[in-house]
């Protein structure tokens, strides 16, 4: 098949292109390499084209989509604290950005696209599991901007019968997750911290809990998306489905990378939820979708890839 795939260069982009390409599959990746990383794309074999250039060009979606069968749209401003800061900006690339892209779809004939929503929609419901027919509740510019663009998915399968699906992630983690940026994710600024002999800092007790989804496992979403017949704009959580605590997290990782790594506790974070876990009673319906991989195989992985990083840069 012939993909499109924004956000390419990023963590979760560059694992679904990597998995495209190791089926022989036509790829090009669009990324602002903002956030994303041509290290990520490194070593990659098979029909891949990068174009470096933003989501909110329409001339060059036009240009992209031509001739494609589906669309991966992993683009955008990822982060919840920089949303607070620039919600012009946010509104700009997540919003108008996937419209855009809609659009320059839809005009180029392209018959699929898969979104990539977030569980930041389901804001602080105290209610367990997280089901997307539950309101929702958005704490903040990005959730807004993940949750209008699910709106439009299913308005473009409703108007045009373009096959849609808006894929909820909940914490995706693994290899090429970026432990570096100031907005960084949990999992890979706890293992570089660990591999560094350093103590992690948890915010609050750590009793909070997440349902931490494995890398692979949202590869394969996608991929079972690709082909799901009754794509119609459905929103669909991502999740593994279980969840673990933030102190259970640290101990594990802390077992794995072969150190004491006793946490140092901080505030909590105002606004951080404090537990969340996801139904994936509709992924397995609409897409046959069963998590591949366990957290605790996923966090070795991780840790090895972090390990053999270290290793290499070392050297
Ligand atoms: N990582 C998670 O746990 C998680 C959870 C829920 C949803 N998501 C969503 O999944 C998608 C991928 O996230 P990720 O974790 O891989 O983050 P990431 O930052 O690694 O990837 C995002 C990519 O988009 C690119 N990008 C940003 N703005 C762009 C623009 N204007 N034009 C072109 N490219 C642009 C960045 O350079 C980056 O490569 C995002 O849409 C994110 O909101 C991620």
């Known amino acids: 098949m012939r993909l499109l795939v924004t956000g390419g260069a990023g963590f979760i982009g560059s694992s679904i292109a990597r998995a495209l390409l190791a089926r022989g599959d036509s790829v090009v990746v669009l990324d602002d390499f903002s956030?994303?990383?041509?290290?990520?794309?490194?070593?990659?074999?098979?029909?891949?084209?990068?174009?470096?250039?933003?989501?909110?060009?329409?001339?060059?979606?036009?240009?992209?989509?031509?001739?494609?069968?589906?669309?991966?749209?992993?683009?955008?401003?990822?982060?919840?604290?920089?949303?607070?800061?620039a919600?012009?900006?946010?509104?700009?690339?997540?919003?108008?950005?996937?419209?855009?892209l809609l659009e320059a779809a839809r005009q180029a004939g392209v018959g699929r696209f898969v979104f990539a929503a977030s569980a930041a929609a389901y804001g602080d419901d105290p209610e367990l599991p997280?089901?997307?027919t539950m309101r929702p509740s958005p704490l903040s510019p990005y959730a807004v901007s993940k949750i209008a663009g699910e709106h439009y998915l299913k308005v473009y399968a409703e108007?045009?019968?373009?096959?849609?699906?808006?894929?909820?992630?909940f914490n995706v983690f693994g290899p090429r997750q970026d432990p570096a940026s100031a907005y960084a994710a949990a999992i890979p600024k706890f293992v570089s911290v660990l591999l560094a002999g350093e103590a992690p800092r948890i915010f609050g007790d750590g009793e909070q809990t997440r349902d931490f989804?494995?890398?692979?496992?949202?590869?394969?979403?996608?991929?079972?998306?690709l082909e799901c017949?009754?794509?119609?704009?459905?929103?669909?959580?991502?999740?593994?489905?279980?969840?673990?605590?933030?102190?259970?997290?640290?101990?594990?990782?802390?077992?794995?990378?072969g150190v004491s790594g006793t946490p140092?506790?901080?505030a909590a974070r105002a606004g951080d939820v404090k537990h969340s876990r996801a139904d994936i009673a509709v992924a397995q319906e609409l897409l046959g979708y069963e998590p591949q991989t366990s957290v605790a195989?996923?966090?070795?992985?991780?840790?090895?890839?972090?390990?053999?990083?270290a290793a290499d840069a070392a050297s």
């Open 213 to 225: 989804c494995y890398i692979g496992n949202v590869v394969h979403a996608n991929l079972l998306a």
């Open 130 to 132: 997280k089901r997307e």
């Open 297 to 309: 195989d996923g966090l070795v992985e991780t840790v090895r890839y972090f390990r053999d990083l």
């Open 35 to 85: 956030t994303g990383h041509e290290s990520n794309l490194e070593g990659l074999d098979g029909d891949l084209t990068v174009e470096r250039g933003d989501v909110r060009d329409d001339a060059l979606l036009a240009k992209l989509c031509r001739g494609r069968d589906a669309i991966f749209h992993e683009a955008a401003m990822v982060s919840v604290p920089a949303s607070v800061e």
């Open 159 to 169: 108007l045009y019968g373009m096959k849609t699906l808006s894929l909820r992630y």
């Open 264 to 266: 140092e506790h901080v």
């Open 229 to 257: 017949e009754e794509a119609r704009g459905q929103v669909v959580n991502i999740a593994d489905g279980e969840s673990i605590t933030i102190n259970d997290l640290v101990a594990k990782l802390a077992e794995i990378c």
């Open 87 to 100: 919600p012009r900006d946010c509104d700009e690339i997540n919003v108008r950005g996937t419209v855009g």
